[in-house]
């Protein structure tokens, strides 16, 4: 009879043998909420759902809020967000509109702070500026001259915050081409270069907030001041990360928004949602991602046909 050593070396031997199947890596678990924007953001989901299915690398949910304060559907919507590893919204209650209910914010807060991942996607950043931890996981969004701190890249990239009062309020230009710099050495830029054109996006300038346990990972020059605004940034919100950008705008009556079909967006998004995740992913970058001077655009497999009516 065989020893008990001898028969788990040869077990062991069996699993490393060429061929030996190996138990599938579990999708990333996602939670996208939708509902309340003054964006496309029916037009956005269906975009969204489809740059994620190429990758495969994730199991997507939907939540639609209710669209309107007072609504009676509000009482029973209560995501479970135990059952996600990210959740990534484009919720944005700017001008007075619909809040979550506070049972609801108590539960993303708690389901951040003990180690969810939180994708605050384009204009999610505009959001609940009413909702002080809200304010702490983003870190800086579009708020007031008297918020909160804002944060300028100087020419030699160390950072300068801007106190409540000084500067300006958060706005931005026209949506441009605009090349992107990365700051320092984020994990989500592994093996990209470190600049790039990104297609059709928003610069905004002195976006606000505490700016707490915020780090900022890419930086752009805006066009009316000359100087250089963060275009994306992570937050440490407790056990949880965070990821904030202005990648991705779509606005109403736009059939094909630029923006969507960019390579270093849709390669971005995806390397970020991982990242909070805490997956790993292929450093190497996709043969089509963009030059510092010129952008690359990605086709879409899908016709304008799939997206949802509304």
């Not at 300068?160 to 230009?173: A, C, D, L, N, V």
């Not at 995806?270 to 450093?283: E, G, I, Q, Y």
Request: charged share 20%; proline share 9%; aromatic share 12%.
């Amino acid at each position: 009879m065989k020893s008990p050593t001898i028969f788990l070396l040869c077990l062991a031997m069996m699993c490393v043998a060429p061929g030996c199947s190996r138990a599938p890596t579990p999708k990333i678990k996602l939670l996208i909420i939708e509902g309340v924007s003054n964006h496309d953001w029916r037009h956005r989901l269906a975009l969204v759902k489809d740059i994620l299915s190429r990758d495969g690398s994730f199991d997507v949910d939907v939540s639609i809020t209710p669209s309107e304060i007072g609504d009676p559907a509000w009482a029973s919507w209560r995501p479970d967000f135990s059952k996600y590893d990210v959740v990534l919204s484009g919720y944005n209650n700017l001008g007075g509109k619909a809040r979550w209910p506070v049972e609801v914010q108590k539960s993303f807060e708690d389901f951040v702070r003990n180690g969810g991942g939180f994708y605050c996607y384009h204009e999610a950043n505009n959001s609940f500026a009413e909702w002080p931890e809200y304010n702490k996981m983003i870190g800086i969004g579009w708020r007031g001259k008297d918020y909160g701190q804002a944060i300028v890249v100087r020419p030699d990239e160390t950072l300068e915050y801007i106190p409540p009062g000084q500067g300006e309020r958060t706005g931005h230009g026209d949506r441009v081409d605009v090349t992107v710099h990365q700051l320092g050495d984020h994990p989500i830029h592994r093996g990209l270069p470190r600049s790039w054109m990104a297609a059709d996006i928003e610069v905004y300038r002195y976006a606000r907030g505490p700016a707490e346990n915020l780090t900022v990972i890419a930086y752009a020059k805006e066009a009316r001041t000359g100087l250089q605004f963060p275009i994306e940034w992570t937050v440490q919100y407790g056990k949880g990360r965070v990821f904030v950008s202005t990648y991705g705008h779509v606005w109403a009556n736009d059939p094909d928004p630029k923006g969507m079909h960019c390579a270093a967006f849709q390669t971005i998004m995806v390397r970020a949602l991982k990242w909070l995740a805490h997956r790993d992913f292929d450093p190497a970058p996709p043969k089509d991602f963009p030059s510092p001077d010129a952008i690359s655009l990605r086709p879409w497999p899908v016709t304008p046909a799939t997206t949802p009516p509304g």
